[in-house]
């Protein structure tokens, strides 16, 4: 159950690389919807579809505070965990800012209570419990980004999308196999 | 053979008459807790709406949930023919809405519906 695989400084640089990317992908996306009526119209919706993901995210952060909060966590899961809820942030911030970047207004956080009483954290007792509600957000996540990807009118947004969902994956494997649990069985498992 | 045909066009009928015919709830919660469970769940507001109560419900109405103008103006009664209508195109079925989320298999559409027609 402790034995998680825990990022080491080399990782959270390659995260702040990663952002840039992302951040010059969003603009791109903007760039090329940025003429005439039917495009307003699919920023509009995309902005949607992005406003519904940082949503998400928000949940996910709240839900590693809840964790990190709960005194439930031991180290290295801990540690992980915080690594995982700065993913989070890292993309609600790339969210926030290509919604502004797109015209749009960026969905704000509930409270922490909000997200407690939604997520049901009365009920974490145990490490494992706060490992299965990671897990079950996460895998919810990944297909809900998987899901969103041809609503996209924006090729350069869907990619993010994916890349968002990739993300979402890495951090669920590790959270399954820290409960003990195998591989899903054979290929495809997400998004199905 | 004569005889036979207002049997088959009985039976014809009767699995138009519900989509819910042969559909399966507990794949549907199977289907809902992988798809769904992202933005949604049963009890809750979470990104999406809460589903319970859902069937037999004015599109819009979930409480405290704060829904775009295209869904609260509709005048949509989720049941079966306009959930699977949502879940198949929610775009074509309110434009405007927020939901970038589609089912594209009826299969799958029939078996959630059918979950969700059990959360009251």
Redesign the interface.
Known sequence: MNQLIVPGRRGFLSGTARLSAVAVALLAGKEALAAGHAAAQADS?DV??L??AL??EW?GINAYTLGAQSGLLQKPVLDTAVRFQADHKEHADTLAGAIRKMGGKPVEAKSLADYA??LKADTLKTQADVLNLAV??E??????YL??I???KSPALAQVAARLAADEVMHWTILNSALGRPLPAGGMPF?? | MKKSLPWACAVVLAAQASFSFGADAARGKQLYE??C???H?IE?????PAHKGVFGRKAGMAKGFDY?PAVKSSRLIWNERTLDRWLANP?ATIPG??????VPDALDRADLIEYLRTAK
């Open positions: 919706k949607d579809i406003n519904v949503g998400l949940e009483k939604a079950r957000l895998l919810g996540a990944t297909n809900a899901g969103v041809p609503a996209f998004g199905a | 992988s798809r469970i992202g933005c769940s809750d507001n979470r990104a999406g775009s775009e809405n927020k939901m970038g989320f589609a």
